[in-house]
């Protein structure tokens, strides 16, 4: 049965064109009305984000009553904001630089080319809403799962409070993960700027644009956007962008983007910003000097800040902090045991595929605890890969060799570079490697790091062998398809099997070879 319609007015996502009404008729219909809640639920859940929707379709599969509450936009950021739109438009940045660099292929393209970024940004929200009924309100209804649309707060221990509706809970699980959090620049609010909230609604190209932060979202945004034909300049306060990976990977991602004419600022601190006009002005400092460059928008590209405000977690003793997110075991349990967190409010690695793994955990946790409290799903068991979209794209898993080192862990690492695989050759997308450290004298791999355009999809192959506990011997003897750009990971495989071939081991083969002669 229901009741009532929720109390907030309809939600604009702009331009408020057809694509994106049907976006919000997915993830945020305004006829929504909420269910009646009746009786207990086996779990509430408080965001409908990765996390959550993944938390509520796998319990709702099994049997449990479950209800998902979502304020804003269900799908969440991964849906609305980020990866979905971020790649939609990395693949029109694509086509567009493919065809500037086509003349190499014998693809003369006349002066005067005509390039439309509005119909770019229009393919993205089009194929964004067609993408959105997957995480729908009404998809989720009819999964079973009651959907309510409003604010969700604890009220008491058991009790979540939603558009004035108690909801009485066995367990409950908070996956209301991160927003966008400027760095504290003086005069950057007044100013304005953008964030990965705002950026996707653009439907004009800003002639000029000041990227803060060279971390992924910077990069790829600043690599798309140079690539539309903005002047970009991206700032970083390190010496090259993706500080976190290895600095010859990140050095050939680098190098990609100073030829698509990217303008890059290293070893900088912004000062200050402001408004003169029309235009905005970024004061910064590099080498001891003081300078400016005037934009027509910047964007922030670091910093996220979990969302743990006007949750009442005080009230049922869930223990957070504002910065790391609530405090979990690594059983995904937060300081109440009733309580669970998923997703971006409670990990370091920030990313879809991990709150889709942890709400896996959840579910084994909170539904189908052990009788003893012994076997349980744990955070420790992940092995989590994470993938930079740029062209070249960076991939990775595992330990980096500084981290195996800080470890005290010894290993021996094997590189293989594209420039020695035929696919990447013919295709043109020659500059990148595969790098696998395995744990010393051994074939265990530990970790795994790939450069190549399409280094997301390749890197599951290290991620199984490393989950399957499949070394580098079982890679060498599994046939990869010639011509591909994956034969590179059996190719530093080889690289590896090559060293168990000890001089050694050579003498002897040949005097067994003389003696058979
Ligand atoms: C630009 C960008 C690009 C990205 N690209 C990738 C990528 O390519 N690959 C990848 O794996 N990850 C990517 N990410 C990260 C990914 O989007 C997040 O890791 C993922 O969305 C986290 O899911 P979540 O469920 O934890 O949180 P969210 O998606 O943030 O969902 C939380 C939900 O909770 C709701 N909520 C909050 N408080 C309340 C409340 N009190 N009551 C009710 N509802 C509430 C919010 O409205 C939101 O819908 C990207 C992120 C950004 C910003």
Redesign the pocket.
């Known amino acids: 049965m229901t009741t009532e319609a929720h109390k907030e007015g309809p939600v604009e996502i702009a331009p408020m064109d057809e694509f994106n009404q049907q976006l919000v008729n997915n993830v945020h219909p305004s006829a929504w009305v909420n269910p009646e809640p009746t009786g207990r639920y086996n779990l509430v859940i408080?965001?409908?984000?990765?996390?959550?929707?993944v938390t509520a379709a796998v319990a709702a599969a099994v049997g449990a009553k479950v209800a998902l509450?979502?304020?804003?936009?269900?799908?969440?950021?991964?849906l609305?904001?980020?990866?979905v739109?971020?790649?939609g438009i990395i693949r029109a940045s694509r086509v567009w630089a493919e065809v500037k660099n086509a003349a190499e292929f014998g693809l003369h393209i006349p002066d005067g080319i005509k390039t439309d970024f509005g119909t770019a940004m229009a393919r993205m929200r089009k194929l964004r809403a067609r993408i959105s009924h997957v995480d729908s309100a009404h998809r989720y209804k009819d999964l079973g799962v009651d959907i309510f649309i409003?604010?969700?707060?604890f009220t008491g221990p058991g009790t979540v409070e939603?558009a004035g509706k108690p909801l009485q809970f066995a367990k409950a699980v908070i996956?209301?993960?991160?927003?966008?959090a400027a760095p504290p620049i003086s005069g950057l609010e007044g100013t304005g700027y953008l964030t990965?909230e705002t950026i996707f609604s653009l439907t004009e190209l800003p002639p000029r644009l000041a990227v803060i932060g060279a971390g992924?979202?910077g990069c790829?945004?600043a690599q798309s956007f140079t690539r539309f034909g903005s002047k970009v300049c991206l700032f970083e306060q390190t010496d090259h962008i993706l500080p976190r990976e290895d600095a010859d990977a990140a050095e050939i991602v680098q190098h990609q983007m100073a030829k698509d004419g990217q303008c890059f600022v290293f070893n900088s601190s912004i000062t200050h910003v402001e408004s003169r006009g029309h235009e905005k002005v970024v004061h910064f400092d590099q080498g001891g000097e003081h300078k400016e460059l005037v934009v027509d928008e910047i964007l922030v590209g670091i910093g996220?800040a979990p969302?743990v405000e006007?949750?009442g977690m005080e009230t049922v003793g869930v223990e957070y902090d504002t910065r790391s997110g609530v405090k979990v075991n690594v059983k995904l349990q937060t300081t109440n045991p009733k309580i669970y967190a998923?997703?971006?409010?409670c990990f370091p690695f920030?990313?879809?595929?991990?709150?889709d793994a942890m709400a896996q955990i959840v579910i084994q946790n909170a539904l189908f605890p052990h009788p003893f409290g012994l076997g349980y799903a744990s955070t420790d068991s992940l092995i989590i890969p994470?993938?930079t979209?740029t062209e070249p794209e960076i991939a990775h898993v595992g330990l980096y060799e500084t981290e195996a080192k800080d470890k005290g862990i010894e290993v021996d690492t094997f590189t293989y570079t594209l420039d020695e695989v035929d696919r990447a050759i013919l295709d043109g997308e020659d500059e990148g490697f595969a790098r696998v450290h395995v744990k010393k004298g051994t074939d265990k791999i530990l970790g795994a790091t790939i450069v190549a355009a399409h280094a997301g999809d390749m890197i599951s192959e290290f991620t199984l062998a490393m989950k399957g506990g499949l070394g580098l011997s079982t890679i060498t003897g599994t046939i990869h398809p010639y011509p591909t750009q994956a034969e590179v990971i059996k190719k530093v495989a080889n690289a590896w099997r090559k060293t168990t071939f000890t001089e050694g081991k050579k003498k002897l083969l040949s005097k067994l070879f003389t003696f058979m002669r």
């Open positions: 408080i965001g409908a984000g990765t996390a959550g929707l509450i979502e304020r804003h936009l269900m799908g969440g950021d991964c609305n904001v980020g990866c739109p971020s790649k409003g604010d969700g707060r939603v996956c209301t993960g991160a927003r966008a990965n992924p979202i790829e945004m996220r969302n006007g949750l998923a997703g971006d409010i920030k990313f879809t595929h991990t709150a994470w993938a979209y």
